[in-house]
């Protein structure tokens, strides 16, 4: 694709004559650039055309967290294809490092995002975790829909790229009798459904934004396990979430369970460096 087509393509959808468009950092799966007019940024994404889906069901899910009015995500201006590339267009978010009182502010409103509830759980259509598809058919049991939409088909893949064999893939029934007791009492919440350290901004003036998300409506606990999964983030954030939505005694084992899920993630996507995290934790529960 040439540059300069690009730039008059998303120049008349912006209305605006484009300066610059160069390639940044950010984008594992996708291409990622910032675009600077006379008047604004924005911030691009590209891929090949077949990702068009990828990027229509990340701008639903920031526009669906957007409805809240909980938490900021940058507004969507454009996705499409131009010349057999898929393109989501978005604004800007200048960004800075974030400072306990940001780390609250994001604590408090992720906890505001996940009071937002549904009758289910799920969503009315499937989207993806990375590059992955995520199934999320609609459950009124969220042991049915922790099981039947997160765990096993993550586990099936495993088996079917022979990252897990036959015996090491617990029975459905198995599991979700052994999760009944940790998931009692559990309501539906607006989920992120990715929230590891590379998917939150802290926009310049302390905003916190949410990005790429994976959402659906599930267990909260499920975005704070994500958080935890690589280093965790800073302490002010985890007592600002707590303060509105604080654990029970359950929270820590439902946390190492909720993890399962993105670590078969990880294996599927990244390979065998993955998988004694996911055979340890199947063996603590399961076996």
């Avoid at 540059?3 to 008349?12: A, S, T």
């Avoid at 408090?108 to 009758?119: D, G, M, N, R, Y």
């Avoid at 259509?125 to 039947?148: A, K, M, R, V």
Wanted: glycine share 6%; net charge negative.
């Amino acid at each position: 694709m040439a540059k300069e087509d690009l730039k008059k393509h998303l120049g008349n959808i912006l209305y605006e004559n484009i300066e610059n468009l160069q390639p940044i950092s950010g984008g594992d799966i996708s291409q990622a650039y910032r675009i600077d007019t006379n008047n604004s940024s924005y911030f691009l994404k590209l891929n090949g055309a077949d990702k068009l889906n990828m990027f229509k069901t990340e701008a639903y899910g920031l526009e669906l967290i957007a409805k809240t009015n909980t938490i900021k995500t940058p507004k969507i201006l454009a996705f499409d294809v131009f010349e057999n590339s898929a393109f989501l267009l978005m604004e800007f978010v200048e960004s800075k490092s974030p400072t306990a009182q940001d780390f609250k502010a994001l604590g408090k409103q992720l906890a505001a995002l996940h009071q937002c509830t549904s009758e289910s759980f799920g969503l009315d259509t499937n989207n993806f975790i990375g590059s992955l598809t995520q199934s999320n058919n609609q459950h009124e049991s969220w042991t049915d829909f922790y099981i039947d939409e997160r765990l096993i088909p993550q586990l099936d893949l495993a088996k079917s790229k022979g990252l897990l064999n036959a015996k090491e893939i617990p029975l459905t029934s198995a599991m979700k009798d052994a999760l009944q007791t940790l998931f009692q009492n559990i309501k539906p919440s607006l989920l992120h459904g990715d929230l590891w350290s590379g998917n939150y901004l802290i926009a310049s003036n302390g905003t916190p934004y949410l990005i790429d998300p994976a959402v659906y409506y599930g267990h909260s606990e499920i975005d704070i396990a994500m958080t935890k999964l690589f280093g965790g983030f800073s302490n002010h954030f985890y007592e600002a979430y707590f303060d509105t939505m604080p654990p029970d005694d359950y929270t820590n084992q439902r946390i190492e369970i909720y993890q399962l899920y993105y670590l078969l993630v990880h294996l599927n996507l990244f390979g065998r460096s993955y998988y004694g995290s996911v055979a340890s934790i199947l063996k603590s529960f399961f076996s």
